[in-house]
T-cell receptor
Framework: GAVVSQHPSWVICKSGTSVKIECRSL??????MFWYRQFPKQSLMLMATSNEGSKATYEQGVEKDKFLINHASLTLSTLTVTSAHPEDSSFYIC??????????????FGPGTRLTVL | GQNIDQPTEMTATEGAIVQINCTYQ??????LFWYQQHAGEAPTFLSY??LDGLEEKGRFSSFLSRSKGYSYLLLKELQMKDSASYLCAVKDSNYQLIWGAGTKLIIKP
């Protein structure tokens, strides 16, 4: 089946530093990748939609200058949390959608990255 | 606005059957997904419905009625490992996934 990896799986950083999270589709090409954030006991919140070779589309309320997204290839998207603060501590999950023709057009999720900002 | 409703929490007994309901009101409909999410982990895909009816996949089945804006996920022969949150998500007219808050399923021996 479709596999999506995320790295790192967890990270602890100091306030004010930047953190980069990588999302890779391992056995399929993904024209579109999604970045979600999930706070404890809450549902997934879509942050942005990333299309290969173009600028990401951010959801309302998500600061594009703070959460930098790069989707340089069909198998890799990165999310950089710049100048992280404690309130950015969360579980960040990426998902990747297979190219058209897969019927269900299912999103496959990476294992998530738990970010703790001290 | 767009809305997905599912119960917050359900409890069931090992070996039994449980049905988790999901109702939705969205701008357009292009399919409904069910995902399973264990605590501290990312969601995993369970099922996809785009036409009315029942889709069976092993112990799990998913039903859709588009006219009623309603779906359910049926879990049979419950196992302790089925304890997880179950997320209902609908793809709207813009092919955007709208997520429900999830149903936490607790399985008791």
């Amino acid at each position: 089946g479709a596999v999506v990896s995320q790295h790192p799986s967890w990270v602890i950083c100091k306030s004010g530093t930047s953190v980069k999270i990588e999302c890779r589709s391992l056995d399929f090409q993904a024209t579109t990748m999604f970045w979600y954030r999930q706070f404890p006991k809450q549902s997934l919140m879509l942050m942005a939609t990333s299309n290969e070779g173009s600028k990401a589309t951010y959801e309302q309320g998500v600061e594009k200058d703070k959460f930098l997204i790069n989707h340089a290839s069909l198998t890799l998207s990165t999310l950089t949390v710049t100048s992280a603060h404690p309130e950015d501590s969360s579980f960040y999950i990426c998902s990747a959608r297979e190219l058209a023709g897969s019927g269900a057009d299912t999103q496959y999720f990476g294992p998530g990255t738990r970010l703790t900002v001290l | 606005g767009q809305n997905i409703d599912q119960p917050t929490e359900m409890t069931a007994t090992e070996g039994a059957i449980v049905q988790i309901n999901c109702t939705y009101q969205t701008s357009g409909f292009n399919g409904l997904f069910w995902y399973q999410q264990h605590a501290g982990e990312a969601p995993t895909f369970l099922s996809y419905n785009v036409l009315d009816g029942l889709e069976e996949k092993g112990r799990f089945s998913s039903f859709l009625s588009r006219s009623k804006g309603y779906s359910y996920l049926l879990l049979k022969e419950l196992q302790m490992k089925d304890s997880a949150s179950y997320l209902c998500a609908v793809k709207d007219s813009n092919y955007q996934l709208i997520w429900g808050a999830g149903t936490k399923l607790i399985i008791k021996p």
